[in-house]
């Protein structure tokens, strides 16, 4: 659906993202949602624009410039461009503050999430990773909220060595995160995303 930025619904910013904008009236929340690998831009609205209702949430998704994001096959690179080209299109437009945007993924969306999340902490407030790989920030600033999904059945990432491993180093850390582990596969059960979105909004 094309629509003007300013007006309630879902279309694409460029060829790079889609934006969902919700019919109540500012100020926003800005959830930048980042897709699987293989997975078009537009999976990554799904997992949250049914829990949103009429409310305050932006949903940027952008796509990767590869099949997945360029940290997961070799460094940071264009994918960075991409979404601070998205974020600040975003920012130009609607009202959002520092605090009231959380960077979100799944898969290795979830992974690229928590890795630019945790550099980039002091300018957002929370990262929900749904099924996450690993991280691998380069660097730590501030301490945002982590919120980490993963199914007990995953055969993609399998939990034991990807979602406890990385909530046991994020512990380590002394990160403020909160854990859900679900029976199932590798997905975003609809129950687990609403409970993000609830986290996110009672700090």
Same mark, same amino acid.
């Given at each position: 659906?094309?629509?003007?930025?300013?007006?309630?619904?879902?279309?694409?910013?460029?060829?790079?993202?889609?934006?969902?904008?919700?019919?109540?009236?500012?100020?926003?929340?800005?959830?930048?949602?980042?897709?699987?690998?293989?997975?078009?831009?537009?999976?990554?609205?799904?997992?949250?624009?049914?829990?949103?209702?009429?409310?305050?949430?932006?949903?940027?998704?952008?796509?990767?410039?590869?099949?997945?994001?360029?940290?997961?096959?070799? #460094?940071?690179?264009?994918? +960075?461009?991409? =979404? &601070?080209?998205?974020?600040?299109? $975003?920012? @130009?437009?609607?009202?959002?503050?520092?605090?009231?945007?959380?960077?979100?993924?799944?898969?290795?969306?979830?992974?690229?999430?928590?890795?630019?999340?945790?550099?980039?902490?002091?300018?957002?407030?929370?990262?929900?990773?749904?099924?996450?790989?690993?991280?691998?920030?380069?660097?730590?600033?501030?301490?945002?909220?982590?919120?980490?999904?993963? #199914?007990?059945?995953?055969? +993609?990432?399998? =939990? &034991?060595?990807?979602?406890?491993? $990385?909530? @046991?180093?994020?512990?380590?850390?002394?990160?403020?995160?909160?854990?859900?582990?679900?029976?199932?596969?590798?997905?975003?059960?609809?129950?687990?995303?609403?409970?993000?979105?609830?986290?996110?909004?009672?700090?």
């Amino acid at each position: 659906m094309e629509a003007k930025p300013q007006q309630p619904g879902t279309y694409r910013t460029d060829r790079q993202a889609f934006l969902r904008v919700p019919p109540a009236p500012p100020p926003y929340r800005l959830a930048l949602v980042l897709h699987g690998a293989g997975g078009p831009a537009e999976q990554a609205l799904e997992w949250l624009r049914p829990q949103t209702g009429a409310d305050d949430l932006l949903l940027l998704a952008p796509r990767s410039s590869g099949s997945t994001w360029d940290l997961i096959v070799g #460094g940071y690179g264009p994918d +960075v461009v991409r =979404i &601070d080209t998205a974020l600040a299109g $975003v920012f @130009r437009r609607f009202p959002v503050g520092a605090a009231d945007v959380a960077i979100a993924g799944f898969s290795d969306g979830a992974s690229y999430a928590l890795s630019p999340g945790l550099t980039n902490g002091d300018l957002l407030g929370a990262v929900p990773a749904f099924s996450p790989g690993f991280m691998a920030p380069m660097l730590r600033h501030g301490r945002p909220r982590i919120f980490v999904s993963h #199914g007990t059945e995953d055969r +993609v990432l399998p =939990i &034991d060595r990807c979602g406890r491993e $990385v909530v @046991r180093t994020l512990r380590d850390d002394d990160c403020p995160v909160t854990y859900r582990e679900f029976a199932g596969g590798h997905d975003v059960p609809a129950d687990v995303a609403a409970e993000a979105l609830r986290w996110w909004s009672t700090p």
